[in-house]
């Protein structure tokens, strides 16, 4: 082995990556660079750089204490939103060296899609948002970039990380999702395909492990009852929890091998010459119509059957009860926010900072501080 500092030659970030990217795919020395300009770094690219400053974050390492869907009361088996985050990068990274697409800013975006998360998920964010919505609401997709902007305090001379502008702008695309004319990177698109698959998958498993639905019940769903016919026909006297297993596996490997194949089927006949080219045309990275039909019925399934399961609706509603006590309390009585959060609260007023404070903390911290100061 060459020792390093010998006179081996090490590849330049542009020639690899001319290597074994196609020509749609974003390339590093295309890269629109940062708000503060930062030297090159001698042996890791810019999206390299950005996926290490998440993965740094405070707000990252807090992914591990916040729900998915389920809560910590029903058992440790279920994911979090750090799992879930991990699965998206696994399976967005899986699908994007299979497209020949830029890895290392499939991973930043992927791991950065999640940090805006409050306590308790999406209920959490619902109470958060109806306490601000005459004023701008509350979304985890614009505080993510809130976030790695303002409130990560992490560098002398200026505030956030500094991301580059491609992983900015593609979390300012998942915050207007609304908008049909937005123009994505293919990378950014994938991110959000591989999103999908995850929580169509794990949602499942959590929902049968933890027995709020079962697996009969769950083959009222066309998808998943042609996945276990298949299952049962290729491996015999399995046990319910591998045949659990093995089911959710399949799930996950249906999804990417259908989307794979549509989308290298297509990109082939497109021949797009550059990133430019594919975002402008009418491609979109995800599965082929059947599945993706196929896919709507499992979610309908979910919001119905599991979502809205009787034990999830009681946690969502005494946890929105919470946050909104926690937030009118730290709007009456704004110096129960740390020291080091007051100068930014003279800057967005005590109703942004209360919301913004809550929405940073993990679960356990924020029944802790309801426990400690608003619980009377």
């Known amino acids: 082995m060459t020792p390093i500092g010998s006179e081996m030659q090490w590849l330049s970030q542009a020639e690899r990556e001319a290597r ?10 295309d890269s629109s660079g940062r708000k503060h300009p930062e030297a090159e770094h001698p042996y890791r690219g810019p999206w390299q750089r950005d996926r290490d400053r ?43 060296r299979a497209l020949m697409l830029n890895e290392d800013l499939i991973e930043a975006l992927a791991l950065m899609h999640d940090i805006g998360h409050p ?57 207007d999702k609304q908008n049909a004319g937005l123009h994505r990177l293919l990378e950014v698109q994938l991110v959000d395909a591989a999103d999908s698959m995850t929580y169509d998958a794990h949602d499942t498993d959590d929902a049968l492990k933890l027995r709020l639905v079962t697996l009969d019940e769950m083959q009222e769903v066309p998808l998943v009852r042609a996945v276990v016919a298949e299952v ?65 019925e499992l979610e309908r399934f979910l919001y119905e059957r599991v979502y809205r399961h009787p034990r999830l609706v009681a946690v969502r509603t005494a946890a929105q009860d919470r946050l909104r006590r926690m937030y009118e309390g730290y709007c009456s009585r704004p110096e129960l926010i740390p020291a080091h959060y ?34 009377g």
């Not at 074994?20 to 020395?29: K, R, W």
């Not at 306590?119 to 505080?143: K, M, Q, T, W």
């Open 342 to 375: 007051q100068e930014r609260l003279h800057q967005v007023g005590p109703r942004r900072m209360a919301v913004e404070y809550i929405a940073g903390m993990t679960d356990r911290f924020c029944e802790e501080t309801f426990a400690a100061h608003f619980a």
């Open 119 to 175: 306590p308790y998920g999406h209920a959490g964010e619902d109470a958060l948002h109806e306490c601000v919505a005459d004023i701008g609401g509350f979304s985890h997709n614009r505080f993510a970039l809130t976030i790695v902007e303002e409130l990560e305090l992490r560098y002398n001379g200026f505030t956030g990380l500094n991301l580059t502008r491609e992983v900015l702008a593609g979390q300012a695309t998942r915050a």
């Open 20 to 29: 074994i990217l196609a020509p749609y795919a974003m390339h590093s020395c």
């Open 232 to 296: 049962r026909s290729r491996y015999h006297q399995l046990t319910p929890q591998l045949l659990r297993k093995t089911v959710v596996h399949r799930l996950i490997d249906l999804q990417v091998s259908d989307t794979l194949a549509r989308c290298q089927r297509e990109l082939q006949a497109s021949d797009f010459n550059s990133p430019a080219e594919a975002i402008a045309s009418d491609f979109r990275i995800g599965p082929g119509a059947e599945l993706a039909g196929q896919k709507r």
């Open 54 to 96: 998440i993965l740094h974050s405070s707000a990252y390492r807090r992914l591990s204490g916040k729900m998915q869907v389920f809560t910590g009361e029903m058992g440790d088996y279920h994911r979090t939103r750090l799992t879930h985050t991990q699965e998206v990068a696994t399976i967005a990274r899986t699908i994007g």
